[in-house]
Nanobody
Framework: QVQLVESGGGLVQPGGSLRLSCAAS????????MGWYRQAPGKQRELVAT???????NYADSVKGRFTISTDNAKNMVDLRMNSLKPEDTAVYYC????????????????WGQGTQVIVSS
């Protein structure tokens, strides 16, 4: 199985910064896309940022210029640096990765972490 574990969430005041980290482990043959999604209270889960194995990034309009997504060289770890945080950034943030688990199957499957809470409040 594949496990994704997020860390770095917490309580921060508006204008502050947090760094979220996610590590994928388990039966991993290859990882392609990785990303961060969030779910605010009473709302649907939404895309925050993604990064491909080619290091192409995509950001939600609401976080462009404030958040930065990056991976390590192994492409099985992903960080989200969040600056200038706003109360509307408050959400549970989930790590996502598209993972190929075996050499026998070329398909990639999405895996999710359990989430880490980010609260932006004064």
């Amino acid at each position: 199985q594949v496990q994704l574990v997020e860390s770095g969430g917490g309580l921060v005041q508006p204008g502050g910064s947090l760094r979220l980290s996610c590590a994928a482990s388990g039966t991993i043959f290859d990882v392609s896309n990785m990303g961060w999604y969030r779910q605010a209270p009473g709302k649907q889960r939404e895309l925050v940022a993604t990064i491909t194995s080619g290091e192409h990034t995509n950001y939600a309009d609401s976080v462009k210029g404030r958040f930065t997504i990056s991976t390590d060289n192994a492409k099985n770890m992903v960080d989200l640096r969040m600056n200038s945080l706003k109360p509307e950034d408050t959400a549970v943030y989930y790590c996502n990765a598209d993972v190929r688990t075996t050499i026998r199957d070329w398909r990639y499957y999405p895996y999710w972490g359990q989430g880490t809470q980010v609260i932006v409040s004064s």
